[in-house]
Nanobody, 116 residues
Framework: QVQLVESGGGLVQPGGSLRLSCAASGSMFSVVSMGWYRQAPGKERELVARISVGGLTNYADSVKGRFTISRDNAKNTVYLQMNTLKPEDTAVYYC??????????WGQGTQVTVSS
């Protein structure tokens, strides 16, 4: 059973930055794509960034140019650098494999709140 542990969230003012981390258990991390999702209150969970095994990245239009996903296979960790944060980025952020291969298990997520 894979375990995903997200961290790094918090309260930040508009225009600020945060770096999220996701530590994954298991030996398969280095051979699977990973992604960051978010879920705002009253909304469905959405994929905002993904990174392939080889490091190719893809972003939702809403975060393109502001967020950067990266991975460290030696540490079984995926990161999300979030810059120029906006109030609409407020959500709980989760990591998991991109669809349709997402694990049935989801971590607890990490809350990001962008507010002045």
């Amino acid at each position: 059973q894979v375990q995903l542990v997200e961290s790094g969230g918090g309260l930040v003012q508009p225009g600020g930055s945060l770096r999220l981390s996701c530590a994954a258990s298991g030996s398969m991390f280095s051979v699977v794509s990973m992604g960051w999702y978010r879920q705002a209150p009253g909304k469905e969970r959405e994929l905002v960034a993904r990174i392939s095994v080889g490091g190719l990245t893809n972003y939702a239009d809403s975060v393109k140019g502001r967020f950067t996903i990266s991975r460290d296979n030696a540490k079984n960790t995926v990161y999300l650098q979030m810059n120029t944060l906006k109030p609409e980025d407020t959500a709980v952020y989760y990591c998991n494999r991109p669809p349709p291969f997402a694990y049935s298990y989801w971590g607890q997520g990490t809350q990001v709140t962008v507010s002045s």
